[in-house]
């Protein structure tokens, strides 16, 4: 299922790209029904980062999981001088089953900044994997509206 996303930001893009590449950002941000993110990887292009699921899950989902914990890794990686780049995700158990990618920009626009992400989210799984997708898109694109939020007040702190 495709997806989009447009946040903008009282900042240069430069500046708004050092914070969302920052692990001490992500790890002390709290995004609706997911633990703190364990970083597995951060340097100037970006993160990689594992998180767990710690809301309640659907019937058809705890199903497929068993006993496993739902688990992912989130990879952001952004070239230092566009400022474009790819967000990719991928279930850690099964990544065939449940990933996405999108390409993420951040431009100045006015003043500020806008990041834009356009991606696709993917569910494979027989008979139920596109209502599947039309349930989990909903989250993760709240989770990417908290993200900027948190992106703009850090901004405002600095």
């Known amino acids: ?14 500046v708004v790209a050092a914070v969302l590449r920052d692990p001490a950002f992500h790890t002390a941000l709290d995004l609706p029904d997911l633990g703190r993110p364990e970083v597995l990887a951060a340097d ?8 767990a699921w710690t809301g309640d899950l659907d019937p058809i989902a705890r199903r497929l999981l068993g006993d496993r914990p739902l688990t992912w890794i989130q990879e952001m990686r952004l070239d230092p001088e566009t400022l474009a780049g790819t ?13 996405g990618d999108a390409r993420v920009a951040i431009t100045a626009e006015g003043t500020g900044a806008v990041r834009r992400i356009t991606g696709r989210l993917r569910v494979r799984v027989p008979l139920v994997g596109s209502a599947a997708e039309r349930r989990i898109l909903p989250g993760l694109l709240r989770r990417l509206d908290v993200e900027a939020a948190a992106v703009s007040a850090r901004l405002a702190d600095d």
């Open 87 to 99: 967000l990719t995700f991928a279930a850690e158990a099964d990544p065939d089953r449940l990933n």
């Open 44 to 51: 100037e292009h970006g993160l990689r980062l594992r998180y």
């Open 1 to 14: 299922m495709d997806f989009r996303a447009e946040h903008r930001f009282a900042a240069a893009p430069i």
